[in-house]
């Protein structure tokens, strides 16, 4: 029988996808999936905070929760706190009323509603993303029709930031030209600038004419404190300079499948803000319509309650304390092995994964000898280890390292 889609071409082998679907074949009973960045408790088991537990039940008895569309911006109340929560509570820009802040799908439909918002309305379409970054950010801005560049980022040699590469790239960008910059716990390095750097970052971003798009997808998953991980974004605010912000609750609030997230606009007047946010509005509407419910309802439900936003907040810090910890297991159980090389790197790494450094050959060997799965740039998600599968991995990298250069 003829066929209309035989002349369609298989997808290029994704990397990322490739070591997911090898381990999900792989029949080993202690296999170990580590590429993902998703938290796993001491337990291994995936985590549904308390306090989503309790937002939830109490949106289910609340008979008055109908199912009908939400605007195609969200539910208000959840853009104003997230804008909140970002921007914090005395932010001038959300007084002035110029911040724009729209629901949308998790990070990445945040990073994707506002890379089509520029591709429309921005006349400079170079993009410039860290090297490296997280793998769906070329993808994204390609898709919306910018074009990505790049600036350094990661010094292998120092395993730390190659701080002085990345200013003379910034400064080096085309006027006009959009920066994404991660507000914290870096995926992949999990190296972040400090706070003199990031002050640097953004005299050389405003002096250059640039415009910051900062993409938060761990909020409160670096430090613990949801105020200290949104220093960086902060600051380039103050300045009352425009900015845009794509932030996520997948992480922080552990809503990975209900897709929540915004994306606010800061703007340079309440006039620019109005005009933005009837634009935005056009770029939503034959995408996707309006966003879905669930997820806002859970997340302004925690947010506008004190007592539940504290509840949020200490186990939040439990899961970034349990993260820290986990990269001091690692450490220690490396150390205990005599693995050549210093891997101190791995204590002094922020957020959900280590770029362990380890190299692809030595990435393939582990998952074929030890059925341990990570990205092929070597980073784990030290989020889903625990007590019992540390010194797996332990094992597996003395191994590795001491048999393949
Ligand atoms: C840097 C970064 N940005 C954005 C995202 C998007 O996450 P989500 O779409 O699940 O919110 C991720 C997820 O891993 C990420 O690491």
């Not at 937002?55 to 104003?80: M, R, T, V, W």
């Amino acid at each position: 029988m003829s066929s209309i889609l035989s002349n369609v071409l298989p997808a290029p082998e994704d990397h990322v996808l490739s070591v997911i679907f090898a381990c999900r074949d792989d029949p080993c009973p202690v296999k170990l999936n580590l590429s993902a960045g998703a938290y796993r408790t001491e337990e291994g088991k995936p985590l549904v905070l308390e306090v989503v537990r309790k937002a939830e039940q109490q949106l289910a008895n609340d008979l008055s929760c109908d199912k009908g569309y939400l605007p195609i911006d969200g539910l208000a109340d959840f853009n104003k706190l997230s804008a909140k929560l970002i921007l914090g509570d005395d932010s001038h820009a959300v007084e002035e009323n110029r911040v724009v802040t729209i629901q949308c799908l998790s990070g990445t439909g945040s990073l994707r509603v506002g890379a089509e918002f520029l591709a429309k309305h921005h006349q400079q379409r170079v993009v410039f993303v860290p090297n490296p970054t997280w793998g769906n950010h070329p993808f994204i801005f390609t898709l919306a029709g910018l074009y990505v560049e790049y600036f350094r980022y990661y010094d292998p040699q120092t395993r730390g930031l190659d701080f002085e590469g990345m200013l003379e790239d910034i400064g080096a960008a085309p006027s006009g030209a959009i920066v994404v910059l991660q507000s914290c716990a870096h995926n992949p390095t999990g190296i972040d600038p400090t706070l003199e750097q990031w002050e640097k970052i953004r005299q050389i971003v405003r002096s250059k004419g640039l415009l910051p798009f900062f993409d938060t997808a761990y909020q409160g998953f670096a430090s613990g404190n949801l105020d200290s991980d949104a220093q960086s974004v902060r600051m380039f605010v103050a300045d009352g300079g425009e900015c845009f912000i794509a932030q996520s609750f997948a992480k922080n609030m552990g809503l990975y499948g209900e897709r929540i997230g915004a994306l606010t606009i800061v703007c340079t007047s309440q006039d620019v803000a109005r005009k933005v946010h009837s634009q935005v509005l056009l770029v939503v509407r034959p995408m996707y319509l309006s966003p879905p419910m669930h997820g806002a309802s859970i997340v302004t439900t925690i947010l506008k309650n004190s007592d539940m936003y504290k509840d949020w907040t200490i186990e939040l810090k439990g899961m970034a304390d349990r993260i820290i910890s986990m990269r001091q297991q690692l450490y220690e159980a490396i150390q205990a092995r005599g693995t050549p090389g210093d891997w101190s790197h791995i204590i002094k790494q922020i957020g959900m994964f280590s770029f362990t450094g380890l190299n692809e050959k030595q990435v393939r060997w582990m998952a074929k000898e030890y059925h341990i799965y990570m990205t092929y740039d070597g980073r784990i998600s030290i989020a889903s280890l625990n007590s019992k599968t540390v010194p797996q991995l332990a094992d597996a990298i003395h191994a590795a390292v001491t048999r393949l250069a």
